[in-house]
């Protein structure tokens, strides 16, 4: 049981590193209007991504497991896959953020569903991270939502 946790666990961790790339990168090459202002947010949810992997790997470690141990791993194992931005456009780097966030999600709650009963620390930690990535996640969509209304009053398109 703690082997196959252990697994679900680096997967999640894996998903975490691909994630903070996916902010990390989107901010640096981020093209239009409000780029700055959104750029910035996307760096802290960057942050919050490594402080993800953190636990992550703490819990690993306690569990007498090994985090991955190479960046090389990570598309092997990850239940999301990362999307090389081709489009820098706000929204779609946007878009790719929050399809991101929505994998987390779903990878989450499967994590959770099994570790639940299994080993107490997991379960409360495993879910106040499932909290902030629903809380990201929605945070983006509404970006998305506020950008493309005040470009609607302007008459242009997000
Ligand atoms: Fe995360």
Redesign the pocket.
């Known amino acids: 049981m703690e082997r196959k946790l252990i697994e679900l666990l680096n997967q999640a961790l894996a998903d ?1 590193w691909l ?1 903070y790339y996916c902010f990390w990168i989107g901010a640096k090459v981020m093209v239009g209007h409000m780029r700055d202002e959104i750029a910035k947010e996307l760096e802290e949810m960057a942050t ?2 490594l402080k ?1 992997a953190g636990i992550l790997a703490d819990k690993i470690i306690e569990l007498g497991g090994t985090p991955v141990l190479t960046p090389k791993d990570w598309h092997k194992i990850a239940n999301c896959s990362y999307e090389v931005p081709k489009d820098f456009s706000v929204k779609s780097i946007l878009f790719q953020n929050i399809k991101s966030k929505q994998s ?1 999600v779903d990878a989450y709650k499967e994590l959770i569903s099994f570790s639940k009963g299994k080993t107490s620390c997991n379960h409360e930690s495993l879910a106040n ?1 499932l909290e ?2 629903i809380e990201q996640k929605d945070y983006l969509i509404n970006m998305v939502e506020h950008i493309a209304k005040k470009n609607s009053e302007k008459g242009l398109r997000i």
């Open positions: 975490e994630s919050e991504e993800h987390a991270i902030e990535e």
